[in-house]
């Protein structure tokens, strides 16, 4: 079994961004934005209201406080005040779930964090404090990052992830998106990652390195030219094949 995950919710106010609503129909699981990187309450409650009647997981798309940047500058937060932000933003995307009649299911840190949280000790240990403090929720993220080791030694469940449509280095990291590679956008090629994947918890970093991942959950991005095209490309392409895409986490009904 395997999982289909995407950031959704990241327009602000009247900007919008990407599909929100055809990504619904695709996806398992939806990383919902909670207002520090994009998204507002209006929209986060129609992202939770829409996914309730899908049947699709909620997740807390946890960021920097960085609404500018879009969340993918570093900043150098306090652990301690970045814990407190991480059970802000959780809290939030939780009163908008319960008026949906769902509720907030696991965490995924976003775009700088994500990234910071691979390698950055004392902010991975903050953002898994600040889901802690909310509650025992599954927290998804990259393998062999800093802040799956803090989630398995809290105690909460550590969900492996891989990218459709991002490169990787050879380290088993993402390709900064400034750099040549980082983005995939071609739909076969997409494809073609994710039945790997799904068959044998493969990927091929840039140079050709295959990675094994374990990855449980599958990241197709909302936010990409063609996002919807591919997403539906790999969830036919992965039913087709036997895959029966299914949320790793039980979708919570209030």
């Given amino acids: 079994m395997i999982d289909l ?10 900007w919008r961004l990407g599909d929100d609503e055809a990504l619904l129909d695709v996806v398992t699981s939806a990383n919902v934005a909670c207002g520090f990187h994009a998204g507002d309450p209006s929209t986060m409650r129609r992202v939770c ?39 802000y933003q959780i809290g939030a995307l939780e009163a908008c779930a319960r008026a949906a009649g769902t509720a907030v299911a696991y965490v995924k840190p976003h775009g700088a964090l994500y990234n910071a949280a691979v390698h950055h000790e004392a902010q991975a ?18 393998p062999g990052s800093r802040l799956l ?26 390709v900064p998106r400034s750099l040549p590679g980082a983005l995939i956008a071609d739909t076969a090629k997409i494809v073609e990652r994710a039945l790997r994947l ?27 030219p063609g996002a919807v095209a591919h997403a539906r490309a790999v969830r036919e392409a992965l039913t087709s094949a036997g895959f029966d895409p299914v949320a790793f986490t039980r979708p919570i009904r209030t």
């Fill in 149 to 174: 080791a803090a989630a398995e030694a809290a105690g909460l469940p550590a969900v492996k992830e891989a990218f459709a449509d991002r490169g990787y280095t050879p380290e088993g990291t993402l």
């Fill in 125 to 142: 240990k903050a953002v898994v404090d600040g889901v802690r403090a909310f509650g025992g929720l599954p927290v998804l993220g990259l």
């Fill in 198 to 224: 799904a068959e044998s918890g493969e990927l091929v970093a840039v140079d050709g390195t295959v990675l094994p991942t374990g990855a449980r959950s599958l990241c197709l991005h909302g936010d990409t």
């Fill in 49 to 87: 209201r829409q996914a309730a009647e899908r049947g699709v997981a909620v997740g807390a798309q946890v960021s920097y406080r960085d609404l500018a940047g879009f969340g993918r500058r570093f900043i150098d937060v306090d652990p301690g005040e970045l814990a407190d932000e991480v059970l």
């Fill in 5 to 14: 995950n995407s950031d959704l919710g990241e327009g602000f106010g009247i």
